[in-house]
């Protein structure tokens, strides 16, 4: 069982939580599936190791990634989970999807879920090279739902520009930060 998982399976026995486990992870394949398995807030993800866990967010008319702005280190895995709606979580690298551009660093691998629609789904992908990466939202990326991962450092092709579908933290105050929530990010 991943670090990930067993950090996750003991704060739902710590807080007395009885969650049905099968299915809550994906091995990256894209298919989603799962239930929900934790009550997460933005506030509690970050690259500490407590939560690296990003929430696909609809709500009313808005579309959005919850922290919009992450921090981890290098092989770290990053959980996208469905909250809401209907929603991917893909890399902007040329030829990924609909991604026109690359943002992401030079040798890094790329990430695709897929569209995600059943409540509490995830897709997974562990992050092995340093740098900054920007992805978005599949369906919603013309109405701005993108998001900012950094590894390690700020570094490579996101840096020092916004993505072309939607703005995201500044690389270095996700880094101080650690995570940042859609919430204080555009409100």
Aim: net charge negative; with cysteine.
């Amino acid at each position: 069982m991943e670090r990930r998982q067993v950090l996750k399976t003991a704060g739902i026995l710590a807080t007395g939580g009885v969650t049905g486990l099968a299915g809550c992870s994906s091995s990256g394949n894209g298919d989603g599936g799962g239930e929900p398995t934790t009550t997460e807030t933005p506030e509690t993800a970050g690259g500490s190791g407590d939560s690296n866990t990003v929430m696909m967010v609809t709500e009313g008319s808005e579309y959005y990634f919850d922290p919009i702005g992450l921090f981890i280190e290098s092989g770290e895995t990053v959980t996208f989970e469905i909250q809401s709606g209907s929603h991917s979580a893909t890399a902007y690298k040329e030829g990924t999807s609909t991604a026109s551009v690359t943002r992401i660093p030079d040798g890094a691998e790329a990430f695709n879920s897929e569209v995600l629609s059943e409540q509490g789904a995830t897709f997974e992908h562990t992050f092995e090279t340093t740098g900054t990466y920007d992805y978005f939202c599949i369906p919603h990326k013309s109405l701005g739902m993108v998001g900012r991962i950094v590894v390690g450092e700020p570094g490579g092709p996101a840096e020092g520009s916004m993505p072309p579908d939607g703005d995201v933290p500044e690389s270095q105050t996700i880094v101080d930060q650690g995570s940042v929530s859609y919430s204080s990010f555009s409100g």
